[in-house]
């Protein structure tokens, strides 16, 4: 390749040097696009890892916003920031940051599962309810772990009322045993369910991640992504208003689908000789949005009248 492609970052940069075949295989990938959504959630993160456990009321948090808008990229970063490292002695492995998933039903015993599930730690759903709950906290206790994160915590809703207060309750009851901040990530029903205990909604400070708009914030992200993205010329999808607004359209202000419409977009441009994303690129790459998607369905399966 001639000459030093500066809108690309380093990293990227070593990628556009290679034949489009071989960028290709790279467009499967994910990878991580800073923006300050993104960044203050991680420094709200930060703040209550500095926190430390052993502190009475330590600091809660929530992070809520539409699927598919970058909750669980978050996590997973900050996971990487604070990855497991062997103890001092050397005897066990220090797992600083634990990050599990919500069962699909608010079952406290499932809840404890999934605790052990996620430090790949045998689970044994005939132990009585009492013994796997010690087991998860005592392992928690073992690992050294700072800050427990729940994704999907929306799932909360999907049991009964009385499933619900259970979880609820035990959900205060970790806070208080294991005196370490616990963050639940999850679409706004999950503010709707901690709400409904004025205990938890006390403890949980919501941190919003809302759909993006046509803004100076959104072009700046659309400029994250053209540095990672391995076309050897400049898009400009920052600066262009049709190209900004054509994106936001079809991806409804996710970052998930703005990433898999730009990424389609790439490929599409490198499978027919191009460098750059237009317009286009942009109407011919094989993505359909939320909406896009949604019409499709509809127009297949039409509503009986």
């Not at 300050?36 to 948090?61: K, S, V, Y």
């Amino acid at each position: 390749m001639t000459g030093e492609p500066d809108h690309l970052s380093p990293a990227a940069r070593d990628i556009a040097d290679l034949p489009s075949s071989e960028r290709l295989a790279h467009m499967h990938g994910q990878w991580w696009i800073a923006h300050p959504h993104a960044e203050a959630a991680l420094a709200r993160l930060d703040d209550a890892f500095r926190f430390g456990p052993g502190r009475i009321r330590p600091p809660n948090l929530l992070i809520v916003g539409p699927t598919n808008n970058g909750k669980s990229m978050i996590a997973e970063k900050f996971r990487r920031l604070h990855p497991p490292s062997p103890s001092p002695c050397g005897q066990r492995e220090v797992v600083p940051v634990v990050v599990m998933q919500m069962p699909t039903e608010p079952s406290v015993r499932r809840f404890y599962g999934a605790i052990l599930t996620a430090l790949n730690a045998p689970v044994s759903f005939n132990l009585p309810g009492e013994r796997l709950e010690r087991y998860a906290l005592d392992l928690l206790r073992a690992v050294e772990v700072r800050v427990l994160i729940v994704d999907e915590l929306h799932n909360l809703l999907a049991g009964t009322h009385r499933r619900r207060a259970e979880f609820l309750n035990m959900l205060r009851f970790l806070g208080n045993t294991l005196r370490i901040p616990i963050v639940g990530l999850g679409t706004k029903q999950a503010q709707i369910a901690v709400r409904s205990d004025d205990q938890l909604e006390n403890r949980f400070e919501p941190i919003p991640l809302p759909a993006w708009q046509d803004d100076g914030v959104f072009a700046r992200l659309l400029a994250s992504f053209e540095r990672a993205l391995p076309l050897r010329e400049r898009s400009a999808l920052a600066d262009a208003p049709e190209l900004r607004s054509m994106v936001l359209r079809r991806s409804t202000g996710l970052i998930g689908e703005v990433a898999a419409l730009l990424t389609a977009a790439t490929v599409h441009a490198l499978l027919h000789g191009r460098e750059r994303i237009d317009r286009v690129m942009l109407e011919g790459c094989d993505f359909r949005g939320p909406d896009e998607r949604r019409a499709l369905f509809e127009a297949s399966f039409p509503r009986v009248r």
